[in-house]
């Protein structure tokens, strides 16, 4: 599988942007995609995940109630959809698919290339 993320860019503080990830190769039901984040000196962090087939997401406490992340099977992609932007969600965004939520959430067994998305105050 590989995985295609585009969609970041600069947007002031309360502004959306909404993210994409394209998959290519086979997805199975039991599969979850997520969204993590790698800001400048600092770890990477789950950001949110859904499971392919029932669609049940999560979300980190820092962007519960402003991110929604979804997906749309018939074109095999994951959006990350960001609202009300803050300068600390400033960061390198990246999609992932693991086998399970688990692995996901562990690991990741499929990485995109990265995303930058730039929060100005």
């Known amino acids: 599988v590989q995985l295609q993320a585009s969609g970041g860019g600069l947007v002031q503080t309360g502004g959306s942007l909404r993210l994409s990830c394209v998959a290519s190769g086979v997805i199975y039901s039991t599969n979850s995609l997520g969204w993590f984040r790698q800001a400048p000196g600092k770890e990477r962090e789950f950001v949110a995940s859904?499971?392919?087939?029932?669609?049940?997401?999560y979300y980190s406490d820092s962007v519960t109630g402003r991110f929604t992340i979804s997906r749309d099977a018939a074109k095999n992609t994951v959006y990350l959809q960001m609202n009300n932007l803050k300068p600390e969600d400033t960061a390198v965004y990246y999609c992932?698919?693991?086998?399970?939520?688990?692995?996901?959430?562990?690991?990741?067994?499929?990485w995109g290339q990265g995303t930058l998305v730039t929060v100005s105050s």
């Open positions: 859904i499971i392919w087939r029932s669609a049940k997401t």
């Open positions: 992932a698919l693991g086998l399970d939520q688990y692995d996901l959430r562990s690991s990741g067994r499929y």
